[in-house]
């Protein structure tokens, strides 16, 4: 079935070390997103891109970095320069061509990192 | 630039009732969409609805509906029959219809949390 996988769902790290999320998607879409949610909060837009190869920064960049090789994958690097990284990290992804654009974003289920 | 607000930050109703979500947002743009998302306490993010700007009726999901009021930049959720698996955080979120608009990019509400009494 086609959807948005994250990996891993639940991830412990100590302090100063850097950590890579997975995000993959197989339903050819072109734009990818992450986002970040603190408990009780909304969500905040850390990266996203809309073509391979190319990404823009969000509102909250700082301290993160990520990558587009390929279509399919967008994976987030929380970095040790990011002061607090405990959060709940979801992928999302959506159709950017008029005509196959339904509007809505597709959600991974999303990463839990807490860091010690 | 455009936001979405949500004025309340938690509402409760008695199951099988029929509960109203509020949201506004503002925007100088006439072409976008709006959307519902639901998120329950596994944190997945569902689509409960979605309304396209220049359709002029509200669109329905079975119990799910909105008031949409283009004009007073306005997307109410009205949830009838609520259902103890209602139970969640909502989020209104905006989208314009082009890139060039924008719209690579979702604004996101800070949510509604919606808890259903037995």
């Known amino acids: 079935d086609g959807g948005i996988t994250q990996s891993p769902k639940y991830l412990f790290r100590k302090e100063g070390q850097n950590v890579t999320l997975s995000c993959e998607q197989n339903l050819n879409h072109d734009a990818m997103y992450w986002y970040r949610q603190d408990p009780g909060q909304g969500l905040r837009l850390i990266y996203y891109s809309q073509i391979v190869n190319d990404f823009q920064k969000g509102d909250i960049a700082e301290g993160y970095s990520v990558s587009r090789e390929k279509k399919e994958s967008f994976p987030l690097t929380v970095t040790s320069a990011q002061k607090n990284p405990t959060a709940f990290y979801l992928c999302a992804s959506t159709k950017l061509t008029s005509g196959e654009n339904t509007g809505e974003l597709f959600f991974g289920e999303g990463s839990r990192l807490t860091v010690l | 630039a455009q936001t979405v607000t949500q004025s309340q930050p938690e509402m409760s109703v008695q199951e099988a009732e029929t509960v109203t979500l509020s949201c506004t947002y503002d925007t100088s743009e006439s072409d976008y969409y709006l959307f519902w998302y639901k998120q329950p306490p596994s944190r997945q993010m569902i689509l409960v609805i979605r309304?396209?700007?220049?359709?002029?009726q509200n669109a329905t999901e079975n119990r799910f509906s909105v008031n949409f009021q283009k004009a007073a930049k306005s997307f109410s959720l009205k949830i009838s029959d609520s259902q103890l698996g209602d139970a969640a955080m909502y989020f209104c979120?905006?989208?314009?219809?082009?890139?060039?608009?924008?719209?690579?990019?979702?604004?996101f509400g800070q949510g509604t949390r919606l808890t259903i009494n037995p």
């Open positions: 979120a905006y989208r314009p219809l082009y890139i060039i608009q924008g719209a690579q990019k979702l604004v």
């Open positions: 309304q396209e700007a220049y359709k002029q």
